[in-house]
Structures are given as C-alpha cells and as structure tokens.
C-alpha cells in the first residue's frame, strides 16, 4: 500500500486545487504530475531478487551464454549493449526492438537509426530458449536483454551494477519513435543532453553512457561526414581513417569505435576525444569547447570514476519506463507476440 500512497495523496491535491482554481487551470499539471508519478512505482516494482524463487538459475543462464559468445565474438559483447540502449530509448525497456515485422505489423528494427547498426538478435533468441528450457514462460525478453547488455560489458573488462529485475514484454512497437528518439552520430551537444534529459538521464549520464564506445565498430556512411568535414578532429587520426572510409563508396566499411582497445572497456574513448579522436561528431561534441569538457578530462584519468558513472546511469537507463504487473506479456519467442 506504501508504494502507491504518493499517487493518491496527488489525486487528493489535484482535487483540492481544481475546487479552488478551475479545472482549465490544472487538467495538465495534473496529468503530467500523475504520469510521473506512476512511471516512478512502476520502476520501484523492478528488484533485483525477482525471479529468485521461480527462476533461479536465470543469471548463471545469460552469463555463461554471454561469456560463450563474447570469447567467440568479442565485438557482440558491444552489439548487445546497443540494442539494450536502442530498446530503451523507445518507448522503455520493453524489448520491442526485438519484434520482427509481419505483413500486418512494422516494428523497429527498420526504422532509420536500427538499419545495418543493431544486431545480436540470435543471442537474445539463444538465451531465451535456454532460459524457458529451465523456467518456462516465466522470464520476459526485457530482462534477459538487461542482464545480458550487463554480462557483455563485464566480459569485456568493465563494471558490474545490479540489474533490477520484473519487466514485462510490450505486445506492440513504434518505428515512428525510433526514427525520432534515438540521437544521431551526427547529433549536437544540445541535441544529445536534449534526447537524453527527456528520458530523464542527465548531461552526466549522457556522457557516462557515450563511453560505451570505448567498444565496438561504426560503418564508414556514420562518420564519412566527420572525417572529412569536420574542424575539431586529429588530422593524423582523420587520415587514418580515411583509409577506410573513402568519400564516396565503402559505406558498410566497420571502423572500431576506440582505435586501441576496440574489445577492451576502458577509459581510452575519453583519452581520444582529448585529443581529437572522437570517431562519430557526436563521440567529439563531448570535448568541444562545451560543458562536458571538464567531465571528459575528469574521466580519461580517472577509470573508477567512468565505471562508477556508467554503472549508475546504466541502472538509471534500465528503469525507464518498464512495462510491470498485468502490462504486457512474458513473451515465449522475443521476436513475436504471443
């Protein structure tokens, strides 16, 4: 009964006020004030203890598959933190991303920003089926995609954070949301802490969670534009990269992220963008003269600070807007509604 208290001393207020203000006056503070308040108990009903009693094996499952398949390919440890970011940006954590479209359904993963840059699907698909031969129709997609977006990170050297467990899988998904609310490589500083600030992450988090490219690789076609356009780059690293990435053509060409270490969860991302390094305009527009800079500095010296963030702000991404209680399904294939 605690947890829903908050929501009805607001139902309480809202009245009060709209006997004495007028309703035109409240109808939308009231609304907004509601829909926090419910996103904030649905989050609070996410624990980490879940599904100790009727799973229990669930995380030995998705790590022993994950450190399987990142040894096999270290670059999948990566894939599978983007799609955990790309599911979450859009419409919550609700594993969406993961539906295939059908002649009567477009889900996603066609949408602008998922084509040629998403992957991993057969991962999820694999350790789904594992964890339904131990505990069917139990454990939802969201959050095997959660701890696995985890485990991917943890085998390649970075932090560990408590993965709070209980999403449920949403029966539908948006691609007009995808191409809206997923930030561009080529986006702004104001533009990326704008995308993050609505899914309430802030500039701190922003820029915790952009060391994600500390791994993984880009195509040429997502920073053509920055390695030949752009002012504030290394002209040593943007003739580099243009070995690979010619002006026209070579769209699909993969370039690693983080030159050094692409398979290492480190603090060299924050180094690179230092001096100009930064492989997407977004990756540089941290350290552009604007107000990250400080933070960038602080955390390409500093590693147990970047992973102390990134874990924080990993949890805080996890919780945005899950799908609990009698809302969606325990999906049993990720990729389509029961």
């Not at 308040?37 to 790590?63: D, E, H, K």
């Not at 963008?273 to 107000?291: P, R």
Request: aromatic share 6%; net charge positive; glycine share 8%.
């Amino acid at each position: 009964m605690l947890r829903w208290r908050g929501v009805e001393e607001a139902r309480q207020l809202i009245n009060q006020r709209e006997n004495r203000r007028g309703w035109k006056m409240l109808v939308l503070p009231a609304l907004i004030l509601l829909s926090l308040l419910s996103c904030r108990v649905q989050a609070q009903l996410l624990t980490t203890g879940f599904y100790a009693r009727t799973c229990p094996n669930l995380q030995s499952i998705v790590s022993s598959a994950m450190a399987k398949t990142v040894a096999n390919e270290p670059r999948m440890g990566a894939s599978i933190l983007r799609l955990f970011f790309h599911d979450c940006f859009v419409n919550g954590c609700d594993a969406s991303v993961l539906l295939d479209d059908t002649p009567t359904f477009t889900g996603e993963k066609n949408a602008f920003p998922n084509q040629k840059s998403i992957r991993g699907f057969e991962v999820i698909d694999t350790i789904k089926s594992l964890v339904e031969a131990s505990c069917n129709a139990t454990v939802s997609c969201a959050d095997i995609l959660a701890l696995a977006a985890r485990e991917g990170v943890v085998q390649l050297g970075g932090p560990s954070w408590p993965v709070a467990l209980g999403r449920r899988d949403s029966i539908t998904a948006s691609q007009a949301a995808a191409n809206n609310h997923l930030p561009s490589p080529g986006s702004s500083l104001s533009t990326l802490i704008s995308a993050f600030a609505a899914k309430n992450l802030s500039p701190r988090d922003m820029t915790a969670l952009s060391g994600a490219h500390t791994i993984g690789q880009a195509r040429c076609a997502t920073f053509r534009s920055r390695i030949y356009s752009d002012n504030n780059i290394n002209p040593i690293f943007a003739a580099l990269r243009r070995l690979n990435c010619p002006s026209s053509g070579g769209d699909d060409n993969l370039a690693p992220l983080e030159l050094q270490s692409p398979n290492l969860f480190g603090i060299n991302y924050y180094q690179n963008l230092v001096g100009g390094g930064g492989l997407l305009h977004s990756d540089q527009e941290l350290f552009n003269n604007g107000a990250q800079d400080s933070l960038v500095r602080q955390y390409s010296l500093n590693p147990v600070l970047f992973f102390n963030d990134f874990a924080a702000a990993m949890v805080k991404m996890g919780a945005i807007s899950p799908l609990t209680g009698n809302n969606g399904q325990i999906r049993l294939n990720c990729r389509k509604v029961n």
